[in-house]
């Protein structure tokens, strides 16, 4: 079971604690009565070579300057590997400049977002101009992590665009603003956050409902306790509402770290905030 001292980063993974899955317990008739789904995911085909693009360790030897020679020349996987590895790199001018240009100009997305998620690590006065650039990319996931890095490198600086992202047209954008938010406003955040309980996404409402443990107003608590009631409601996001409502509001505050402060990326396209699915 879930440890009652454990940090409240966000709602439960279920593949962490499969005692919280949907479904968990029990006595199904079928397969078709089991609940399997989550929005966003996509079901394609890579090969084993664009499997182990984040493999960075294949070129742990090489110098900066043939990192930099792989993301100006190689194909896509070469230049995946290349921008992750620059951002373990030492914050130089002609790495950041590589940086801007692929999160900027590079035709692979897995390449755009990779370079502002190094760029909000490497930080520096161009960072945050090139972050914001990079959060008006048609691809929504790229997007994404334009938000996590916003957060990252300035959030208070940022604020604006942040909040302005709390309207994107894709899930994974508006969830990354609404943590963003939680973070700067804390409880000042109510309002956000209970238009966020009636999105249209599953992805966002849960997340709404788990910052909402973090704000002691009773609108907070009238909110959760219809969502955790709702049975129209998937089950992770009533329960994610049921133990908000056990949470002590100025305990999960202190406690929440906030998901935009993640490690690093594990595979193609993901971090521990944009995984998909996840979360």
Do not use: C
């Not at 499997?51 to 896509?76: C, F, H, N, P």
């Not at 309207?167 to 238009?195: C, M, T, Y």
């Amino acid at each position: 079971m879930r440890d009652a001292e454990e940090a409240t980063d966000g709602p439960t993974d279920p593949r962490v604690h499969p005692e919280q899955s949907p479904g968990f317990g029990v006595d199904h008739a079928g397969l078709e009565d089991i609940e399997v789904s989550r929005e966003g995911v996509e079901i394609g085909e890579a090969s084993p070579r664009e499997l182990a693009a984040t493999d960075v360790s294949r070129i742990a030897s090489d110098t900066a300057r043939e990192k930099l020679e792989r993301l100006a020349t190689g194909d896509a996987v070469e230049r995946q590997r290349a921008t992750l590895a620059l951002a373990e790199e030492e914050r130089d001018p002609a790495i950041v400049e590589a940086l801007v240009t692929a999160g900027l100009e590079d035709d692979d997305d897995d390449v755009r977002q990779f370079a502002v998620e190094a760029l909000a690590k490497l930080g520096g006065e161009r960072a945050g101009p090139a972050a914001l650039g990079i959060a008006e990319d048609d691809e929504p996931w790229v997007r994404a992590e334009a938000v996590v890095a916003l957060d990252r490198i300035d959030r208070e600086a940022h604020a604006d665009r942040i909040e302005r992202a709390l309207d994107d047209d894709h899930h994974a954008v508006r969830r990354n603003a609404l943590v963003s938010v939680f973070k700067r406003r804390g409880e000042d955040a109510l309002e956000p956050l209970l238009e966020a309980v009636d999105d249209e996404s599953e992805r966002v409402r849960e997340w709404a409902v788990h910052l909402l443990a973090g704000v002691d107003d009773d609108r907070a608590r009238e909110a959760l306790y219809e969502t955790a009631s709702d049975e129209t409601e998937p089950q992770v996001v009533r329960s994610t509402a049921a133990r908000a409502l056990e949470a002590d509001p100025g305990r999960f505050r202190r406690q929440f770290s906030g998901a935009l402060d993640r490690g690093d990326t594990t595979l193609p396209g993901e971090d521990q905030l944009n995984r998909q699915p996840d979360l």
